[in-house]
């Protein structure tokens, strides 16, 4: 009998030995952005209007950079149209302020696609089918105008994927490692804005798109956090309809813009925005989803002294977009 206990305690020792010696699996999670703005004039005959693309994908990668999981989603905010006397035509009181993604079945593509299948579905097809390949491996997939050149993915997918290809390598040069990660989450705000145009003033359209990156631990702690913002203000127009704005000029997040934002010289701690981002991103490491919904808010501005400290912009649209991804996080690993 005590042959058979003392077996069973050098097992159990063993097996312990073993756990202890399993190295954590190693990830890394990066968020990739194409932003694109167009834009024409309005005629006598027709509206003129801009529109916003903001191509969010993001991806989860093993140690050997390989993709384990990844993420497609547009925020899309088409047909903001005005008129020839400078007058507005959309109603923004009524408009979606959905992604293609949120949108699902409502999005309406699903009846002249050439395969039947839905934005969503189609999104989901690409976001499967790099699983397994490392930057090479997107890099290797060929395009013929904007569409996928191979007849494998174009029997899943028969929509423009160039944005999705350069928005996912973009992801995988900006991925960072987390250690003890559980759990992966994204999630994506959008706001317009708009205001008719007189003889003493432009009329112009304001697209921001807040998005937030959330990691989190199996206590569902925040171990990393990112928030970016695709801005696209002042799409102005004048009052005969001609476009005062230059679409092309949209191409850069806020945090992409860096000190080009401009912000600095006139925040009262001379923080530049993206500073101030990465202030708010440090700051939730380390608290619970219950911790982020009790930051109070006094007219869209933090209440509190120690987080005025290192942002003074609005952290309202922050506040609800990660609370939103802390929601939608996943197991990565399943």
Known sequence: MKKVVLSLLVL??????????????????GVGVVMSVSGAAATAEADGKYGVNVDIVTVVLDKD???????????????????????????????????????????????????????????????????????????????????????????GTTIHINAFQAALLEAIDNAVEVKKAAKFGWAATIAVSGSAATAEADGKYGVNVDFTTVVLDKDGKVLNATWDVAQASNMKFDATGALKA???????????????YGMKDSSPI??????????????????????????ELADGYA??????????????????????????AVDFTK
């Open 270 to 295: 001379k923080k530049e925005w993206n500073e101030q981002s990465a202030f708010m991103s440090a700051y939730v490491v380390g608290k619970t989803l219950a911790d982020i919904q009790a930051i």
């Open 65 to 155: 950079g390989k993709i384990v999981d990844a993420t497609w989603d547009v925020a899309q905010t088409s047909n903001l149209k005005f008129d020839a006397t400078g007058a507005l035509k959309t109603d923004l009181s009524t408009y979606v302020l959905k992604t293609k993604g949120e949108k699902g079945s409502a999005y309406g593509m699903k009846d002249s696609s050439p395969i039947k299948k839905e934005w969503y579905e189609q999104a989901a097809f690409m976001a499967d089918y790099v699983k397994g390949l490392d930057k090479a491996g997107v890099e290797a997939i060929e395009l013929a105008d904007g569409y996928a050149a191979s007849a494998d993915i174009k029997a």
């Open 12 to 29: 159990v020792v063993a097996a312990i030995s073993l756990t202890a010696c399993t190295p954590a699996k190693v990830y890394k999670f």
């Open 303 to 328: 209440a509190s002294a120690d987080i005025k400290a290192g942002t003074t912009v609005h952290i309202n649209t922050w506040q609800a977009t990660i609370v939103k991804a802390i929601n939608a």
């Open 246 to 260: 230059d679409p092309a000029s949209y191409v850069k997040t806020k945090m992409e813009k860096g000190s080009e």
